[in-house]
């Protein structure tokens, strides 16, 4: 038997699976710290439940991150302090994020997140690892598809420029 065929947690993590979640790691705690700064921003109610399901999404997925990492030795990245509450009412008109902003930064942030999760389950080479991050994957691509749900509901998807076929025409 080679040093890769036993249990994974007995495997060694190799320098990719490590940056890979650290990097990861980093990213899920700044935007933890963006949504609850978000939170504060947004009026719509609908946007701030889901802000509050990617807070909890992020938060979940940290914990598991970071026992992986810690078991393996690895350093954590900072975490950024929390976020206290305001009322919308506070922050001015012009300093403040509006909805659809709030929602197309969620919208990229998962997106983004979902080719991360990508890149680290095509990388990895321990089983639990690719596991863990294609649950992750899933989960995110649930939310995105509750995010772009909502876009479309509240008018606030901006589509590209939409492809008509003109062959049928000739």
């Given at each position: 038997m080679g040093i890769l065929s036993g249990n994974p947690q007995n495997e060694p993590l190799h320098y990719g699976e490590v940056f890979g979640a650290w990097s990861f790691l980093?990213?899920?705690?700044?935007?933890?710290?963006?949504?609850?700064?978000?939170?504060?921003?947004?009026?719509?109610?609908?946007?701030?439940?889901?802000?509050?399901?990617?807070?909890?999404q992020c938060q979940q997925e940290m914990k598991q991150i970071e026992n992986l990492l810690k078991e393996n030795g690895v350093g954590l990245p900072p975490t950024p302090p929390e976020r206290p509450n305001a009322r919308l009412e506070d922050i001015p008109v012009g300093a403040k994020f509006m909805d659809p902003e709030i929602a197309a930064t969620l919208s990229a942030n998962i997106a983004a997140g979902l080719v991360s999760c990508s890149q680290m389950i095509g990388q990895s080479i321990r089983e639990d690892i690719a596991m863990m991050f294609g649950q992750l994957h899933t989960q995110k691509a649930t939310l995105g598809g509750k995010v772009l749900r909502l876009n479309k509901e509240k008018g606030w998807l901006v589509p590209p420029p939409l492809h008509l076929n003109k062959a049928d025409d000739c």
């Open positions: 980093l990213a899920s705690k700044g935007m933890v710290a963006g949504y609850q700064t978000k939170l504060n921003h947004a009026g719509d109610e609908d946007l701030r439940k889901l802000l509050v399901e990617a807070i909890e």
